[in-house]
């Protein structure tokens, strides 16, 4: 085979052959149409063979009818009319092999990263946690040990009492379940009851245990106020009776005084909130990181890397493909200066404020707010008067 047969298989031509009464009036019609072809003539047959485009080949075959001449094809098409005939069928097979891949691959990396039980801790900073042990988009499902992940997850957050790793499809699925608030349980179950503040008792309300103490007493803090061990069982007879524990449980509320100091300075440098400029992103495709923009202060102190997250197609569908923003972060700061009259405005403002978080649930009973001003700025001083609840385990 010659290398024009090679070219013209694969670009595409026909080949016309016109025996000796035919020749001339083959090569006159394409002469006179102006077609591009190439005229070969045969020495042994005296005949011609013309090679031109299957377009030509359409463009000379009426004027070929008309003037009787007669030729005959040798070629019909090559391959790339091959593939323009068969290229639906030929985006079928291409479109079932990517499938099957597709299928194939979807066994072998972690497409989905779920999180379910979980009301402590936001789902970002959980898969952020869970990427550090190698469970991300990307990473092949047979890498991950599940119960080595799982007791890892336990050790950083003991306030969950339970968690599970499991495999749904091609999404890893963590469950948890939270442990529930055992501060009631260890007051109930607590040994004695002691005061946590010096005070002057107002209400003793024991609900298990035995009393050490009644309304008008004065207390030190760490002094009992409710034991949770009782001597004997009724009626004693013995000078040693022996103790029974029913656990200390019960309220003491007693009258305290506190007090605390707030300072305004004259002139005071104010933080305004933080700066945040997106300077790169990192994407990972299956485990791979393609890194786009400016990177390299993602280990910087005014630097930081975004929780991970899924590319998504129309809002609602998640692609295996995550990306973090790298994020720099400038603390923006200003310089106030008040003078007297707004320091003592700002000075009690926070003072009332601070007075509400201490006072939490207590009855104010008594206060007093002194103000002194120095060259720098006021303080003011806030002396109270409470009553609140001061029994506390014994730890």
């Given at each position: ?79 790339k009319d091959i593939c323009i005939k068969n290229c639906k069928r030929l985006g079928l097979a291409v ?9 194939a691959m979807s066994t072998l990396f972690v497409f989905k990263v779920e999180v379910s039980g979980s ?13 550090d042990f190698g469970i991300r988009v990307g990473a092949r499902m047979s890498d991950i040990d599940r ?249």
């Amino acid at each position: 085979m010659l290398i024009s047969d090679i070219i013209g298989f694969f670009t595409g031509e026909v080949e016309l052959y016109a025996e000796r009464p035919h020749r001339d009036g083959l090569v006159r019609v394409v002469s006179e149409r102006g077609v591009k072809a190439r005229i070969e003539y045969c020495a042994e047959s005296e005949g011609v063979k013309v090679t031109l485009s299957p377009r030509n080949a359409k463009k000379i075959a009426s004027a070929l009818d008309k003037s009787g001449v007669i030729v005959y094809i040798n070629s019909v098409c090559g391959f790339k009319d091959i593939c323009i005939k068969n290229c639906k069928r030929l985006g079928l097979a291409v479109g079932a092999i990517v499938f099957c891949a597709l299928l194939a691959m979807s066994t072998l990396f972690v497409f989905k990263v779920e999180v379910s039980g979980s009301e402590l801790i936001s789902k970002e900073q959980i898969k952020s946690e869970l990427a550090d042990f190698g469970i991300r988009v990307g990473a092949r499902m047979s890498d991950i040990d599940r119960a080595a992940a799982a007791s890892a997850f336990m050790q950083l957050h003991p306030e969950y009492s339970w968690a599970a790793l499991n495999f749904k499809g091609t999404t890893v699925c963590l469950e948890l379940k939270e442990r529930t608030d055992g501060q009631s349980s260890e007051t109930e179950n607590a040994d004695i009851l002691v005061a946590k503040s010096d005070g002057i008792v107002k209400e003793v309300l024991v609900y298990s245990g035995k009393s050490s103490v009644k309304a008008g007493d004065v207390v030190k803090k760490g002094d009992i106020l409710i034991s949770g061990y009782i001597s004997g069982n009724g009626l004693q007879y013995s000078e040693n009776p022996i103790l029974r524990f029913d656990g200390a449980k019960g309220s003491v509320k007693a009258e305290v005084s506190e007090s605390f100091t707030v300072t305004v300075p004259f002139e005071e440098e104010t933080s305004k909130g933080k700066s945040i400029e997106k300077t790169g992103i990192i994407l990972s495709v299956l485990g791979f990181e393609i890194r786009l923009g400016d990177t390299s202060g993602e280990s910087a102190e005014d630097s930081s890397v975004s929780a991970e997250k899924n590319v998504t197609v129309m809002g609602s569908v998640e692609l295996p493909i995550t990306y973090r923003e790298c994020l720099t972060v400038t603390e923006v700061t200003e310089i106030t200066v008040r003078d007297e009259l707004l320091a003592t405005a700002e000075a009690e403002k926070r003072a009332y404020g601070m007075l509400n978080r201490a006072l939490a649930e207590a009855e104010l009973t008594e206060l007093e707010l002194t103000k002194e001003i120095t060259d720098t700025g006021v303080t003011v001083t806030v002396s109270y008067g409470c009553i609140r609840e001061i029994a506390v385990p014994l730890r």
